[in-house]
């Protein structure tokens, strides 16, 4: 009953959600677009201008939003294309190690070539590469992540709200501190952060997505043992041309 009863918190969480982003990304292109006009009539240094593009940057603040909450609300606009998750991720590993991986530790279990999903490669490559930092910040003295993808089969005793199948999978495991039970119930709410005055849009926005693709996102954590994220998505099988 308390998993029934989280599904529908969050159901109802993502509804409003879409609702509100819809209104405001009504609201704030039509008011930027006018703005945009009313600016380019005035000259430089005049205060009506500086007026004009605070308003600007105001609205352009609100679009932001909107488009974060449709991303939650899984109504973002997508360029779905064939996707190997293991060859994205390899990629994504790749472009990380010169910057926030280089001091860690990476192991690394990927399954063959071949494990395809039909979604946004963009996107994607944006959720894993967020998957990875945040269990990057989380590991403790030895620094060191286990990320594996490829394919499986879930099943009715999967800790997972999808129907029985076949999916590619991505997980992103670290050896930090863990999650209380509350912080990780709360992990893919909009504007929720641990960190300190950060607000945390891309674990929700993340999770939008991967809904919108016809996934989940199943996050896992023990207290001084650490946090496992983990990305399913349906496996597609492409026609031959």
């Known amino acids: 009953m308390e998993h029934l ?3 529908d918190r969050r159901d109802a969480l993502v509804r409003f959600a879409g609702v509100v982003a819809h209104e405001l990304n009504n609201i704030f292109t039509a008011v930027n677009g006018n703005i945009s006009l009313l600016a380019i009539s005035h000259e430089a240094g005049n205060l009506r201008e500086e007026i004009t593009n605070d308003l600007l940057s105001a609205t352009r603040h609100g679009i932001e939003l909107a488009e974060k909450l449709q991303a939650f609300a899984g109504r973002q606009r997508l360029s779905r294309c064939y996707v190997d998750i293991v060859e994205v991720t390899s990629c994504t590993i790749r472009e990380l190690r010169s910057s926030s991986l280089r001091d860690i530790d990476i192991q690394i279990a990927f399954g063959e070539y071949g494990c395809v999903t039909l979604t946004d490669r963009d996107k994607l490559h ?4 967020e998957l990875v930092q945040n269990a990057a910040e989380a590991t403790t003295d030895d ?3 286990m990320i594996a993808a490829g394919r499986c089969t879930l099943t009715e ?3 997972s709200s999808l129907p029985e199948g076949e999916y590619v999978f991505l997980s992103v495991q670290d050896n930090g501190r863990g999650m209380t039970h509350d912080v990780a119930r709360r992990a893919f709410d909009p504007l929720f952060s641990t960190k300190g005055g950060r607000h945390g849009w891309g674990l929700a926005c993340g999770a939008g997505f991967v809904r919108q693709c016809g996934g989940d996102i199943v996050l896992k954590s023990v207290r001084d043992v650490g946090t496992t994220v983990t990305v399913y998505l349906p496996l597609s099988k492409p026609s031959a041309p």
């Open 5 to 7: 009863t989280e599904l």
């Open 126 to 129: 944006h959720v894993i590469r």
């Open 143 to 145: 620094r060191s992540l």
């Open 157 to 159: 005793a999967s800790n």
